[in-house]
């Protein structure tokens, strides 16, 4: 069955960088583009990135324009997100989706990493 | 940056009654050329993430049961559960993929 598998949680402090992965199984990989979506405690979901899985086009949010990083492996169909310069105000849970139609709907989710940023 | 806003914030229902989500968009999410409506709608329970219900607006996920169902066109849309189960507690959110910065609403809280 098509499937996300993504990394344990992690513990930063301020100032540093994380870097998360999404294993995907299940599917032809480069057949689907795939985002990173954020949720902060209590909060709305919150759209960081996509990648052309095919090709590795990107496209970031504004909102973190400067600090993340999305890429891919296609010969081990994972995806891998990295955000830099950690706040304590980046602590969340980080998903990833799958998207259908390249920029539609996601369909499939990964179940999360808990990124936490504390002094 | 399109902004989705979904009201009421929380509601509370009777197990078997009707739970109706409301969303709009601050403009419109139809494309012209295709006539469809480029909205989702998402169910999160506590500890997991998000699960795809509907898209293009009305379209039902695979295996989404038929109580639920999505309506409307432009700006505005609805999420109807149309006999509240308790595996139905949940939040749930709006989603616009009409420009590719995709934005969610607030979520609705549904409760009994």
């Known amino acids: 069955q098509v499937q996300l598998v993504q990394s344990g949680a992690e513990v930063k402090k301020p100032g540093a960088s994380v870097k998360l992965s999404c294993k995907a199984s299940?599917?032809?990989?480069?057949?689907?583009?795939m985002q990173w979506v954020r949720q902060a405690p209590g909060q709305r979901p919150e759209w960081m990135g996509w990648?052309?899985?095919?090709?590795?086009?990107?496209k970031y949010s504004r909102n973190f324009q400067d600090r993340v990083t999305i890429t891919r492996d296609t010969f081990a169909t994972t995806t891998y997100m990295e955000l830099s310069d950690l706040r304590s105000e980046d602590t969340a849970v980080y998903y990833c989706a799958r998207v259908q139609g390249q920029y539609y709907y996601m369909d499939v989710w990964g179940k999360g990493t808990t990124v936490t940023v504390s002094s | 940056d399109i902004v989705m806003t979904q009201s009421p914030d929380s509601l509370a229902v009777s197990l078997g009654e009707r739970a109706t989500i409301n969303c709009k968009s601050s403009?419109?999410?139809?494309?012209?050329?295709?006539?469809?409506?480029?909205l989702a709608w998402y169910q999160q329970k506590p500890g997991q993430p998000p699960k795809l219900l509907i898209y293009w607006a009305s379209t039902r996920e695979s295996g989404v049961p038929d109580r639920f169902s999505g309506s409307g066109s432009g700006t505005d849309f609805t999420l109807t559960i149309s006999s509240l189960q308790s595996e139905d507690v949940a939040v749930y959110y709006c989603?616009?993929?009409?420009?590719?910065?995709?934005?969610f609403g607030q979520g609705t809280k549904v409760g009994i």
């Open positions: 990648i052309n899985a095919a090709n590795g086009n990107t």
């Open positions: 299940g599917y032809t990989f480069s057949s689907y583009a």
């Open positions: 989603q616009q993929y009409y420009f590719t910065r995709w934005t």
């Open positions: 403009q419109s999410v139809i494309y012209s050329s295709n006539n469809k409506s480029y």
